[in-house]
């Protein structure tokens, strides 16, 4: 839209300029004001409808569970379509929000993530360095540790990225401890990458 604006005066500069028309002082102008206003509405429409979806994110229960938080993340598809991320006690739900006229929003249909129990390999995965760095940048930080053969792995991923992202800015923060909580591997890596 923003290259039209900038492509289309010079178009038709070129094409007065072949038919002798008189030259104007306000080249461009016309075509810059519609970009603008068709950019303003643009936002204008996408707030809304971000609005509208953290609005009916909030307003159900999920699994029985009250939310605690929401967030709305456009799909690349389509401006009605919208993924959410609400957190409850105990869980973090995934599903996806349609906002076409008449669509149905059932709220025991998402992916539900279990918040961990506190244990000592959560707090000792939550102190190092990784872990700061990565809850410096994420925006909704998700941890899990996982039982390994000869300790624990913690990670850290930010929930506004769909599990299935591959685009660079999805990253994760991993902490393999052994089963003294000495760490083992600590590290930022990109989520579309092959795990250790």
């Known amino acids: 839209m923003l290259l039209l604006a900038l492509l289309l005066p010079e178009l038709f500069r070129l094409v007065s300029d072949e038919i002798g028309e008189k030259k104007g002082s306000s080249r461009g102008r016309g075509a810059a004001i519609v970009a603008l ?33 929401a967030a709305a993340f456009p799909l690349p598809t389509t401006p009605f379509g919208w993924r959410g991320v609400v957190s409850t006690d105990a869980t973090v739900e995934e599903l996806q929000v349609s906002l076409f006229p008449g669509a149905e929003f059932d709220p025991d249909r998402s992916f539900t993530r279990y918040k961990p129990d506190p244990s000592a390999a959560l707090d000792a995965g939550q102190r190092t360095q990784a872990a700061k760095t990565f809850l410096a940048y994420a925006a909704i930080p998700f941890a899990s540790v996982n039982r390994i053969e000869d300790g624990y792995r913690f990670e850290l991923r930010d929930l506004r990225f769909a599990p299935n992202d591959a685009s660079p800015e999805n990253i994760i923060a991993r902490v393999d401890f052994n089963s003294s909580l000495q760490i083992q591997l600590e ?10």
Do not use: M, Q, W
Request: zero cysteines; glycine letters at 4%; hydrophobic letters at 45%.
């Open 37 to 69: 206003a068709i950019l303003v509405l643009y936002i204008g429409a996408r707030a809304d409808l971000h609005s509208k979806a953290i609005n009916l994110l909030t307003s159900r229960e999920y699994h029985g569970r009250p939310p605690l938080a």
């Open 187 to 196: 590290e930022l890596h990109y989520a579309f990458s092959k795990a250790p």
